[in-house]
């Protein structure tokens, strides 16, 4: 089964001058199925080895038989990346307005406990995994709409964030200024992260603070823990989101390394 591979751009804001900065977008594919995983790189702009990680896994992955989908974004925030001092690259925090540019994804509870009180006891699991992607990616839409009250940081977020919903598995790349390296994983993934060969794991609870991997699975437990108050029995939609974050920033080596 050939795998195929897209590439296409979207323009996430201007510069000063005027020009579209772009945001490459690869879909790597094939019509065999599977899940959907979704991984960017660099949303801080000085956290770059996450873009060597999808150029290696590019370059891999077109070799390999897909099954399912894999959605790969580096160097997601090119307004971010371009923003030198010095030698320094100011990449965590929106200069103008001092905003993370790692906490602006949306995430609304209340509708999340709405949408549980609609489903039925007969709804099987994949009907409601739909109707609930459906429904968020529908919301982030509306919320991009919203002609006020966006900074540059959550609207950058929000258009990530509609291709990051509908996924399955969301791995968000990072790095520390200066750090080892570690991952946050949500409470009710801890079995997984032995997967990732991380030296330090961070266990997360269903709290949001703004961050696309928080973004990306508190909809999902708290779905999962309303439907199974409800009825009784356990509701597992296997999503997961995680911030692997590769070590320090500002370092970038193209070697492959075991
Ligand atoms: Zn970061």
């Known amino acids: 089964m050939p795998t195929t591979i897209t590439k296409s751009h979207i323009s996430v804001a201007q510069n000063a001058s005027g020009r579209h900065l772009n945001v490459p977008i690869y879909e790597i594919s094939s019509q065999l199925d599977g ?3 979704y991984i960017q790189s660099s949303i801080h702009g000085s956290e770059v080895q996450g873009n060597v990680v999808i150029y290696h896994l590019v370059r891999a992955l077109k070799e390999l038989t897909i ?3 894999i959605t790969l974004v580096p160097n ?4 971010g990346t371009n923003i030198k001092a010095g030698e320094y690259t100011l990449g965590r925090f929106d200069p103008v307005n001092g905003t993370n540019w790692n906490r602006g994804y949306y995430y609304d509870e209340e509708s999340v406990i709405d949408f549980a009180d ?9 009907d409601i995994r739909r109707a609930f992607k459906a429904q968020t990616l529908s919301q982030i839409q509306q919320k991009q709409q919203q002609p006020w009250g966006l900074g540059l940081a959550q609207q950058l977020n929000l258009t990530l964030q509609s291709f990051a919903c509908q996924a399955d598995i969301v791995l968000d790349l990072h790095n520390g200024p200066v750090s080892s390296r570690h991952i946050y994983i949500p409470e009710y993934l801890a079995h997984q992260a032995a997967q990732f060969s991380m030296p330090h794991v961070i266990l997360i609870p269903n709290h949001f603070a703004g961050a696309l991997d928080e973004a990306s699975f508190c909809p999902w437990w708290t ?4 439907l199974t108050t409800r009825f009784g029995r356990p509701y597992g939609f296997n999503i997961e989101a ?3 974050e590769m070590g320090s920033q500002e370092i970038i080596d193209l070697l492959m390394r075991n």
């Open 242 to 244: 995680y911030t692997l």
């Open 118 to 126: 609609t489903v039925t006891a007969q709804d099987s699991i994949e």
């Open 76 to 79: 997601c925030n090119p307004v």
């Open 67 to 69: 099954h399912g989908k």
């Open 35 to 37: 899940p959907h995983v």
């Open 223 to 226: 779905l999962s823990e309303h």
